[in-house]
């Protein structure tokens, strides 16, 4: 896994211990210095295909840890 993916996988597992929901993409973007969209989408699809994460398409908020 590379720093970056590594970096969103962090930052989502600090954002749901401290709100208790999931961030949007565009939030992962904003604290990992990715503006496109579609570079968010890039590495949250890599990071599901790899079984770290999950999430529903077009779905707000539905990210879930599924292994650190």
């Known amino acids: 896994m590379n720093t970056t993916k590594r970096n969103i996988l962090m930052f989502i597992t600090n954002y749901i211990e401290e709100h208790g929901y999931s961030p949007s993409f565009r939030e ?7 503006l ?9 699809t890599a990071l599901k295909k790899s079984g770290y994460i999950t999430f529903i398409e077009r ?9 650190v």
């Open 28 to 34: 992962v973007g904003e604290a990992v210095g990715l």
């Open 36 to 44: 496109s969209t579609s570079s968010i989408h890039h590495h949250l």
């Open 59 to 67: 779905s707000p908020r539905t990210i879930r840890i599924l292994k």
